[in-house]
């Protein structure tokens, strides 16, 4: 589903499994075995997503009774990029998908007073210039840290319209932002919250995702 007014973001079905699995990980009494069963789930969906929308051409097969199947077959190359940490919580779901795919990483945090985001460390395929890249990030927040993010893509030579940005939660703040700074990007999420708090966090969110996925 394709959302207005916005260009190039790519809603999933507002279903009400989605929506079932939303109510999970929102709540802050799940625990966390619950919570990463369930937001693997909800990963799960944004890759199909994502797989969905790469471009495929014609390839016919012969079936076990000798009819021809005219069917496709994907055209290019993926990889997946992760922002460590929150990041990696989706690459599982990149592989379920994608056999033996590719995983470049990305380090950056958001500075816990500021919310400006810093970049640490980089690591990405030697030819991710000639892969489509699912650029992984449960949260768009302020979008600091995917602008940063999609720049070190940029730089190594990836074409943006090659560029899906997964996420499980973004806010309009976010989405206006990053587009402004990448518009041929595509964001491929499963909710459109209302807006930031002080600290800017997502309201209403889940909180901080790394710690609930990770730690707490
Ligand atoms: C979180 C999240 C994004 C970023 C989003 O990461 O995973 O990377 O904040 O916020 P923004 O859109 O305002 O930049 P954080 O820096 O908290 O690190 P973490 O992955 O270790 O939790
Ligand atoms: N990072 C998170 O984990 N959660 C938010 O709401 C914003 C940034
Ligand atoms: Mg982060």
């Given at each position: 589903m394709t959302t207005e007014p916005f260009k190039n973001v790519l809603l999933l079905p507002?279903?009400?499994?989605?929506?079932?699995?939303?109510?999970?990980?929102?709540?802050?009494?799940?625990s966390r075995p619950d919570f990463i069963f369930y937001a693997d789930r909800i990963i799960r969906l944004l890759v199909e997503e994502g797989l969905n929308h790469l471009p495929v051409e014609p390839q016919t097969v012969v079936t076990e009774t000798n009819e021809k199947f005219e069917g496709v077959s994907f055209q290019g190359k993926i990889c997946g990029v992760s922002i460590v940490r929150a990041g990696e919580s989706m690459e599982q779901g990149v592989r379920d998908c994608c056999r033996s795919v590719r995983i470049g990483k990305i380090l950056i945090q958001r500075d816990e007073e500021t919310a400006l985001p810093k970049l640490f460390y980089e690591k990405l395929p030697d030819d991710i210039a000639n892969r489509y890249v699912f650029l992984l990030d449960p949260m768009l927040a302020t979008g600091g840290s995917a602008i940063m993010a999609t720049?070190?893509?940029?730089?190594?030579?990836?074409?943006p319209e090659r560029i899906y940005?997964?996420?499980?939660?973004?806010?309009?703040?976010?989405?206006?932002?990053?587009?402004?700074?990448?518009?041929e990007v595509t964001i491929v999420t499963g909710a459109l919250d209302k807006g930031l708090d002080e600290n800017k966090y997502l309201i209403p969110g889940l909180g901080d995702f790394?710690?609930?996925?990770?730690c707490i």
């Open positions: 507002q279903t009400n499994q989605l929506l079932g699995l939303y109510t999970i990980i929102r709540n802050k009494n799940t720049d070190v893509l940029i730089k190594r030579g990836v074409k940005f997964l996420n499980l939660i973004c806010s309009k703040e976010g989405i206006d932002k990053y587009h402004a700074a990448f518009p790394g710690d609930r996925y990770y």
